[in-house]
């Protein structure tokens, strides 16, 4: 007997098992679907870009190995937002009583929110300070030495203590009349991307004093998504532990607490990790509304949803359950396959009711129609299925671990909804008949 005899006489016997004991493969189909459930609580996300390349290039080498080094450059960026109007002294004490609260957590090194004492880093710095100036530093030292900068400086000394900060101001007035610390100060914030600096304290403050920075250095990269969660889960938690301390620091008459935000590269790990498993919900959804309907206009029955839904939701969800098991971690690229698996998959029901509801016009009897739709259509589509898993399959031998992710899951997802369709559809027909 030839391969395709063959084929087709298992699939015609399959057909006819699911109309004889349709209630023992509810069960069994049900039964898997809890095992798939559980492989689905298994899935992570993968935010990092660099797992989508090849592992074993050297220049994606050469940059990991550069990291685990070195570690990453990125920061916890923790935003203290003062409200308008608001004086700035109680802000920053709570940033001085906040720093010391984040550095003692295991996923933090370090924190920045200042460069420490200006006059203590003028006096110890200052003189050594022009030895690392650039090209540009070094001219603009020469441009305020200049006749005109300094009558212009010595107008603005004299409008500054006058005005109402001059307590504040005159120390460091007194040690660096010309301004050429402003210069230095450049220079020494510039691996910080240029964050602006409160001269008076040495604070990161915004120039309109309406933002705190402060910088927090994660001990391991943030695009490690449990790491991630757990540094701002961790962080939130100290400040709101910190933000109850609020009316100690700015006493019982005290401006309002600061709202504070998180930035940077972990939250924004935590919210990619988030936003995936909504785009992942929304495609597979907006996919089943469509193709349901696109099935509803083919035959024009309302009711024969049901015939379309359940197996190619059952195939979908062993495809994810199997991905849990497996593969573990989604990244972004493989996170959509749920929609072209649903795409892939109606086919598979709308040509299997289509020979069904054909033999059923003609007169046939219910096991004849199963037969002849599990056999010679079902032959066809499993031939079908058979080749466009291989096509994604091919994606194996890629050395790019998203497409290769994508084709392993998509071709074995397309497996799942044919033997879903080949096993349920029969069973509900027959379960509608009886």
Known sequence: MRRHDFIEDLLQGLGLYARRRYRRVFLASGLLMLVAVVGITRIRFDTEILNLLPADDPVVEAFREALSEFGSLDYLLVAVRIPEGAVVDPYLDFADELAPRLEALEEVEYVDHRIGDMETLIEEFFPQAFLFLDEAGRAEVVRRLGPEAIERRARDLQRHLTSP????????????????????????????????????RGYFLSRDRRL????????????????????????????????????QIAGDDGPPAPSIELGGAAAITVEDAGLLTREILSNAVTSFALVMLLFVVAFRRLGLLIYAFVPLFCGVVLA?????????????????????????????VIVSYGRYAEERNRGQRLSTALRRMCGSTGRGMFTAAVTTATAFYVFLITEFEGLRQMGFLIGTGVLFCLLCVLVLLPSLLAWRED
């Open 165 to 200: 900060q001059s307590l504040a101001l005159r120390e460091l007035l007194t040690i660096d009349p010309l301004g050429l610390a402003e210069v230095f100060i450049d220079s020494l914030v510039g691996s910080r991307g240029g964050l602006p600096i409160d001269l008076t």
């Open 212 to 247: 705190l920075l402060l910088l927090a250095k994660p001990s391991h990269p943030a695009q490690e998504v449990e790491f991630a969660r757990e540094l701002v889960a961790a962080s939130n938690g100290t400040i709101a532990e910190a933000l109850e301390l609020w009316p």
């Open 320 to 348: 994810f359950g199997f991905a849990g098991f497996t593969v573990g971690k989604l990244n972004a690229l493989t996170s959509g396959f749920a929609a072209i698996l649903v795409g892939l998959a109606i086919d598979f």
